[in-house]
């Protein structure tokens, strides 16, 4: 290529690079790039310090005007980043203020606090455990021995102190039951820790309603009317239906899956929908605990919310609860 085509190639490169430049940084690095000590315009210098005294003379007005056009682009866009910065400053009176957005009870703790409702109503207390657990709580006084599967470090975030985050609210039974005399009705709503790989069906935490009743003469008709209330009062219909499937808990004998339906619903709870574990504590539970399984009975069960959350308002992705994408929360004002 000749100086002549170099010269307006440097010239349209040069404008169109400094008027890209939309910040002070990136004009100062066009600068360094044109006009610096090792920069296109020297290139061009030297070359043309070598060009024929003819050249020279035909070539050094468009050379003059190269440099000029390239010099001023760079002075015009500097004034103009500079004069930006400054009404970006300015203050203007006239302009309307940001309303205030108001906050919203976050979709969990709506329905937690509806069943804590319906539980008081029920005559419950309701009571809270650590979420620092120890193997004891939560797995040791539940009658899951050593080598049970939920131990797996694969299911549990276990700390260096030899503690855990705690799996599920079970732990507040065996925490519960050394510290009260029977009867008593419990229920607590918490957040419980599995070390799970995060999609749209399952988190690393999530919240559970763990509810929990000993004394005398109790039997698992006491247990399906109680959930047959709660999910009634949740869901806001008076047509629930349960079902018990056999299932295994260590700390329960018998244990069942529940699944629930509303006939009359439209929605995904006009088929069965799996909701919750539960059966009767189990005696050694109970005795472990301090309380005389010849003397009392009770029932204990255990449900995720955002499950029952989700399909109460139609919502399909659970990683909506905890991420922090607020569009997505202030939908379910109350
Ligand atoms: N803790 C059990 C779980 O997290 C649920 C459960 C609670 C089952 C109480 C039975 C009784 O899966």
């Known amino acids: 290529m000749g100086l002549a085509e170099d010269l307006n190639a440097l010239k349209e490169e040069g404008l169109a690079l400094i008027s890209a430049a939309g910040d002070e940084a990136s004009l100062e690095e066009a600068r360094i790039a044109l ?4 920069g296109r315009v020297k290139d061009l ?8 005294p003819e050249e020279k003379r035909e070539l050094g007005r468009l050379f003059n005007e ?12 500097k004034d103009q980043l500079s004069a930006g910065a400054a009404d970006a400053g300015a203050i203007d009176v006239t302009e309307p203020r940001p309303t205030h957005r108001r906050g919203s009870i976050h979709p969990i703790s709506q329905v937690a606090q509806e069943v804590e409702r319906v539980f008081s109503g029920m005559g419950y207390d309701i009571i809270d455990g650590p979420h620092i657990e120890e193997d004891e ?3 040791g006084r539940l009658n899951i021995p050593e080598d049970h599967p939920a131990r797996d470090a694969q299911d549990t975030f276990w700390l260096k102190t030899g503690k855990l985050l705690r799996t599920h609210t079970s732990s507040v039974q065996s925490r519960t039951y050394p510290i009260v005399e029977p009867p008593f009705r419990k229920v607590v709503v918490g957040k419980v820790f599995r070390y799970e790989e995060v999609d749209a069906t399952h988190d690393n935490n999530f919240t559970q309603v763990e509810g929990f009743l000993v004394d005398k003469d109790i ?12 999910i009634a009062a949740v869901l806001q219909r008076d047509d629930i239906e349960v079902r018990l499937r056999p299932s295994f808990f260590p700390f ?22 799996e909701l919750l574990g539960c059966g009767m504590i189990h005696p050694k539970v109970l005795s472990i605990g301090g309380i005389d399984p010849d003397v009392y009975t009770g029932f204990a069960f255990g449900m995720g919310l955002e499950r029952l959350t989700m399909i109460r308002h139609d919502i399909n992705d659970i990683r909506l609860f905890n991420g922090g994408d607020l569009r997505g929360l202030h939908q379910f004002k109350s």
């Open 35 to 38: 006009l610096g000590r090792n």
């Open 66 to 77: 190269v440099q000029q056009a390239i010099k001023s682009a760079f002075e015009d866009q």
């Open 45 to 52: 210098q030297k070359a043309f310090g070598q060009a024929s």
């Open 252 to 273: 329960v004998e018998p244990g069942f899956e529940v699944d629930v339906r509303s006939p009359g619903s439209s929605g995904k709870f006009a088929n069965w929908v």
């Open 137 to 139: 709580f939560n797995f």
């Open 219 to 230: 039997t698992v008709g006491h247990l399906v009317g109680t959930i047959k209330t709660m």
